[in-house]
């Protein structure tokens, strides 16, 4: 497989994969972006925690999808994560505009 085989590949699967989140943003009630993973949820469980003096964050999620282009489930009944960066949460309303209207171009 060549170099622009490869590319191409990886570019046809974020296509796919931001498609599928345009499919399924309605269905969530939050965004959350941690340092590693973007994931849609509809219920978030932060915890700021300590150890040894260092703060760390303890981030429950349930009933979530995973932007991650190499996992082949992307919906999890529960996450847990923990991370010892910055956690940023958003609360979804239905009229945010997270989701493009249908006849937008993607390359269809």
């Known amino acids: 497989m060549s170099a622009e085989d490869l590319e191409n590949y990886e570019t046809d699967m974020e296509l796919q994969l931001y498609r599928e989140y345009r499919d399924v943003a ?40 995973v932007w991650d282009i190499y996992r082949s489930a992307r919906f999890v009944k529960k996450v847990r994560v923990l991370t010892f960066k910055d956690v940023n949460i958003e609360e979804l309303t239905k009229t945010d505009d997270l989701t493009l209207p249908k006849d937008a171009d993607l390359g269809n």
């Open 26 to 65: 309605g269905l969530f009630s939050y965004v959350v972006e941690t340092e590693r993973r973007f994931y849609l949820a509809n219920h978030v469980d932060l915890q700021a925690r300590s150890a040894d003096g260092e703060i760390y964050f303890d981030l429950t999620l349930q009933d979530a999808w």
